[in-house]
């Protein structure tokens, strides 16, 4: 036993370190096997190792409780000191360390939406018609994970915690291993459970007969006083009854619950699986980690934030986001949109980047269908974000809005902003871009300002474009 | 749009077959008599059309003159040339993004770099998962699975290794006989993917990649039209 060995002072300081203290890495988030392949570099959509962060004279030491000090001029640039461990003491006699500021500055900005991790939506429907009813993940009736069997049967459609698989999410092979590694050995066991069951349904029809006749309660009837036979004929009546089996087989095995969902016409144009009632996990399936992910504690954004001049407001402030991927074709549904470092759609229903037409997208200066080479960045956009869902995949889907005009003039006023740029028109159209001749120029040699060519060759000095030239339209 | 196809492929046998001087004079261009008469006018001319139709001779907007419903027809003219310029080259620039952006993706500066964006273009990591295992099935039996064995080769028809396939040993050696038996029995091409494969997946190189202020019929270039 560890407890009676004798721990030596050395060890007694190993224990405690830093070092003993980082936990084994947890899998990568799990991508569908043949999307979603591309740089192994990228960040991934959660973080599988632990982030650990040091303090600044530490830091200027390099030291970060590690097996040995780690180089300053690599570690000691940003801001905030976040590191990944992924080898304490490679083979090769280092530390395999990476940054970690991917994935510790985007909680970070996460934190600062102070937006609540809500449930999946159970209602079917336009998200428009029907507004969403924001359920907290931390409610006490659904954030429970110890309970007897009987909860367990009776919270099926609230808790997000189980034991067996999503079938719907296992594809035939891996459904086939696993009936024949992991449920066919447990026949006997499920035998035992139906002989309960059985048993208890015995039990509740004598005592209805009972009632009915005016007689006393029948004593209640044990498993073990099922016969075989009685056995036989619970499971023929099962095997004509698929839903109730399925039921029996679900509670044995604790599978995730599984609805078909309710794909009418309106909801497959907008896209959404939701399921009528039931559990909101039922159509994606159940979530890998807590439905929060550790996140944030928030159960609700109901606060007013107070103005210094014009007091509570009722909207809270806007987030600037980058338009990573503007629409093409005039479809809103395509746009991605970057919110606090988490890729995300844009704002649905009524809103500026969802209406089609040459009209509206002139008007909000063509900010969600064209890249902006004039702005450093790209477009940015301001949205007004409203939840966070964490997915069956582990990854955090962010539903913003189209941000408030009056919210955005206060906060930028706040920010320090002038009238000028608080009472902005929309964008103007983007400054055409350089041609490729200028960017040459900047690239190249440099531009020769006074006779107004570039210094370095070009296809006009090859004389290759003549052929344009001689095109273009002869002066009369 | 026939018409601008056709102007283009007029536009580019001119410019092969060019290969006279320009005239020292310039001629007029009002004359559609002189047209007629020069190869290398009748090119210029082409160009004309397309840029300038109110200076086509004998066109009936002509006998009008320069009034204020054909100019603002023109400047409507000119903003959707603008317009199409400016869609052109944003999809330009969004081929050189080939990352798909999905929900719930995290990113951090260095993912929009062109560094991460290059490694997106040519995804050569092998499935996470064994195919075959998830799916359940004999690559054996399918044999007879044309777009399967296209799946599982190079485009020159040699059988891909377990690297690229992501087929644990078992599977792989399977899918390699049912290539083999597919190839020998004359199901399946030899030395390149199977016909039906290359007709309906081959990707068209569209000529977005020209910067469209150089292309002499900038506005008329749209995506759909093949070189």
């Known amino acids: 036993m560890a407890a009676a060995r004798s721990v030596t002072p050395g060890g007694a300081l190993l224990r405690n ?6 936990p084994a890495p947890i899998p990568p988030p799990p991508e569908s096997a043949v999307g979603s392949r591309g740089s192994r570099t990228r960040t991934l959509a959660y973080p599988t190792h632990q982030i650990i962060t040091t303090g600044n004279v530490a830091r200027k030491r390099g030291d970060w409780g590690l097996k040995r000090p780690l180089p300053s001029r690599a570690t000691t640039k940003a801001t905030y000191a976040m590191l990944r461990v992924n080898e304490i003491d490679s083979i090769e006699g280092i530390t395999d360390y990476s940054s970690a500021t991917d994935h510790g500055i985007t909680l970070k900005k996460f934190q600062q939406l102070h937006i609540p991790i809500t449930v999946p939506e159970t209602k079917s429907g336009f998200s428009r018609d029907s507004p969403k009813t924001l359920r907290s993940v931390f409610e006490e009736d659904t954030d429970v994970t110890a309970m007897g069997p009987e909860d367990r049967i009776k919270l099926v459609d609230k808790r997000w915690k189980f034991n067996g698989p999503w079938l719907a999410g296992m594809g035939h092979g891996e459904l086939n291993q696993w009936l024949e590694r992991t449920v066919r050995p447990k026949r006997a066991q499920f ?3 139906l002989k309960k069951k059985l048993a208890a349904e015995i039990t509740n029809e004598m005592r209805q007969k009972a009632i009915d006749a005016g007689e006393p309660e029948p004593p209640a009837l044990k498993a073990s006083g099922t016969t075989e036979e009685q056995l036989l004929q619970y499971l023929r009546v099962l095997r004509n009854n698929r839903a109730r089996l399925f039921d029996m087989v679900g509670q044995f095995l604790d599978l995730a619950p599984l609805k078909a969902p309710n794909l009418d016409a309106a909801a497959e144009f907008s896209g959404q699986i939701a399921v009528e009632g039931g559990s909101p996990y039922s159509a994606r399936g159940p979530p890998i980690t807590h439905p929060s992910a550790g996140l944030s504690y928030l159960r609700s954004s109901s606060f007013l934030e107070n103005h210094p001049f014009y007091g509570p407001q009722e909207k809270h402030a806007p987030v600037e986001a980058r338009v990573v991927k503007p629409r093409r074709g005039g479809d809103p549904r395509d746009l991605r949109v970057g919110v606090a470092g988490f890729i995300t759609s844009g704002p649905a229903g009524e809103s500026k980047s969802n209406r089609k037409g040459g009209a509206h997208t002139r008007q909000s200066g063509y900010i969600y269908d064209r890249i902006n080479l004039a702005k450093k960045g790209g477009n940015k956009v301001f949205v007004q974000p409203i939840e966070a869902v964490v997915s069956s995949m582990g990854r955090v889907e962010i539903r913003v809005d189209e941000a408030d005009a009056e919210a955005f003039l206060v906060a930028q006023e706040l920010l320090g902003a002038d009238e000028t740029t608080t009472f902005r028109k929309p964008a103007a159209e983007p400054k055409p871009a350089t041609r490729t001749l200028d960017l040459r120029g900047r690239y190249g040699g440099g531009y020769d300002k006074v006779a ?25 | ?75 409507k003219r000119e903003a959707t040339e603008k317009d199409l310029a400016a869609t052109s080259q944003t999809d330009a620039y969004l081929r050189m993004m080939p990352r798909r952006w999905r929900k719930g993706d995290v990113y951090a500066p260095k993912d929009l770099s062109h560094v991460e964006a290059k490694r997106f273009r040519h995804i050569q990591a092998p499935p996470a998962v064994d195919v075959v295992d998830m799916m359940g099935f004999n690559p054996i039996d399918n044999y007879r699975n044309f777009a399967m064995i296209s799946e599982h080769i190079t485009p020159h028809g040699r059988i891909e290794h377990s690297k690229a396939t992501g087929l644990r040993p078992v599977n792989q050696r399977k899918m390699a006989k049912a290539i083999r038996r597919a190839i ?41 039209s093949r070189t």
């Open chain 1, 452 to 476: 107004g060519a570039p210094k370095l060759s070009t296809a006009r000095q090859y004389g290759l474009d003549t052929t344009f030239k001689r095109l273009r339209p002869q002066q009369s």
């Open chain 2, 1 to 75: 749009m026939a018409s601008r196809t056709w102007f283009s492929s007029a536009l580019r046998q001119c410019q092969a077959t060019l290969s006279r001087p320009q005239p020292k004079a310039p001629f007029s261009t009002t004359s559609r008599a002189s047209s007629l008469k020069d190869h290398t006018s009748a090119v210029s001319k082409l160009s004309d059309l397309a840029r300038t139709p109110s200076r086509t001779p004998g066109d009936v907007r002509n006998l009008l003159g320069n009034s204020t419903a054909f100019s603002a027809s023109r400047q």
């Open chain 1, 191 to 193: 035998h035992q459970f």
């Open chain 2, 184 to 224: 020998g029995m004359g199901l399946h091409p030899s030395v390149h993917l199977h016909p039906e494969i290359l007709l309906n997946h081959t990707p068209h190189i569209t000529h977005g990649t020209l910067p469209t202020t150089q292309l002499p019929f900038a506005a008329k270039a749209t995506r759909f």
């Open chain 1, 17 to 22: 370190s830093r070092m003993f203290a980082i």
